[in-house]
Structure formats: C-alpha cells, structure tokens
C-alpha cells in the first residue's frame, strides 16, 4: 500500500526557518517524482516543484522559485520543503504528493495528509 | 503559463441529479488533464487522469472527457459523498498548473 505520511502542525514566527517532511512508502521512492502542493486558507490548489530523489533532478513552479527549497533523501525514502526566512503569507497546508511515473508529465496518484504551517508575530 | 479556467464556480445540485463541471485551458494540453476531489478537512483524491482515465476504486459515476483545451467531469448520479470541491490539472507544460476549483454543493 503506498503512504506519504507528513510531519506535524508548526507554528512559527516570521523570520524563521522551517523543514516539513513526507515519507513515502509502499512503491519504489527513488524512481517516482514527488512534489509539493500549497493550499492557502480557503482558496485553491498551487503547484509548487517536483523532486526525482534518485539523482535529486528539482524543478520549481516560476511562482515557487527561489521562495522554498525542496530536497529528498532516498535512504529514508524522505522528501522535504523548506523555508530560509518564513513570512506571514507563507501561512498555508502544503501537500507532498507522488506522479504517477518516472516522468514529469504526471498526474499525482497518492498524496499526504497535508501539514499546516502557521506564520504569525 | 497555462491558465485552467473552471466553471461554474458553484454548482447546486441535489442528490441524484446529474452534475458536469467544466475546464477550459488557455493553450491545448492534449489529453494531459487531471481530475481530484477534495472534501473539507482532506487530501485531495486522484479521480480522472489523462482526461477520461478514472483511478483504481473511483466509482463508475465519475466520467472525464474532452481534449485540447475543453474538458468535462460528469457525475451521473450524486451521491452524499460526492458533495466537494473538484478540481482539474494539466499536466502537459511547465509548470503544471490547478484550475481555481468548483465546490459542489447540496440544493
């Protein structure tokens, strides 16, 4: 059975940083691209970037770049989204989510629970 | 970037009524689309893929079709359950792209 289980509720202050996680299990986590998805309060799904944790091969949303950082260690089948310096807007649920396949021309299959990051003074 | 366009953006329906929503993307996408539900509270649900495609255990009410730029999801008889938030997705430039959602809601 394929399972992303995602790190718990943070609460942060604005300026700091943060490093969320999602484990994947069940499938062969090197060879499938994982991404992250952000959904705001009450609006819509975002797509934010992809990672393909066997070679690390990251591609970010042109709305995403340079904002968060998304790594993958495939030793513990273990995907990350950070942040260097967190703002008020960054105030969201973010999702990991697997493609289907090996290619970036993917739908997202199976996704985590999601974890709600709060950013507030 | 590709601009999906979803409408209506609530749709009331009562239960055993037949429901279709729309996408519409800004250039084609081929049939690189996909459909999740999302109920309040959850995760998104992986319904359609590559346009008319349904997941495993998606029930036989869910239909997709279309190609190009126009897209439908159909859900011939609403159930309870099926009261959410659907959402489209190309998949087929970068960046993939979400369209704004359609909240189905109980007349």
């Known amino acids: 059975e394929v399972k992303l289980v995602q790190s718990g509720a943070e609460v942060k202050k604005p300026g700091e940083s943060l490093k969320i996680s999602c484990k994947g299990s069940g499938y062969t986590f090197p060879y499938y691209w994982i991404g992250w998805v952000r959904q705001m309060p009450g609006k819509g799904l975002e797509w934010m970037g992809i990672?393909?944790?066997?070679?690390?091969?990251?591609r970010y949303s042109p709305s995403f770049q340079g904002q968060v950082t998304i790594s993958a260690d495939k030793s513990i089948t273990t995907a990350y989204l950070q942040w260097s310096s967190l703002k008020a807007s960054d105030t969201a649920m973010y999702y990991c989510?697997?493609?289907?396949?090996?290619?970036?021309?993917?739908?997202?299959?199976?996704w985590g629970q999601g974890t709600l990051v709060t950013v507030s003074s | 970037e590709i601009v999906m366009t979803q409408s209506p953006a609530t749709l009331s329906v009562s239960p055993g009524e037949r429901a279709t929503l729309s996408c519409r993307a800004s250039?084609?996408?081929?049939?690189?689309l996909a459909w999740y539900q999302q109920k309040p509270g959850q995760a998104p649900r992986l319904l359609i893929y590559?346009?008319?495609t349904r997941a495993a255990g998606i029930p036989a009410r869910f239909s997709g079709s279309g190609s190009g730029t126009e897209f439908t999801l159909t859900i011939s008889s609403l159930q309870s359950e099926d009261f959410a938030v659907y959402y489209c997705q190309q998949y087929n430039n970068w960046p993939p792209t979400f369209g704004g959602g359609t909240k189905v809601e109980i007349k």
């Open positions: 990672i393909y944790p066997d070679d690390s091969d990251t």
């Open positions: 590559d346009a008319s």
């Open positions: 989510a697997k493609l289907g396949s090996s290619s970036w021309k993917e739908k997202f299959d199976y």
């Open positions: 250039q084609s996408v081929s049939s690189n």
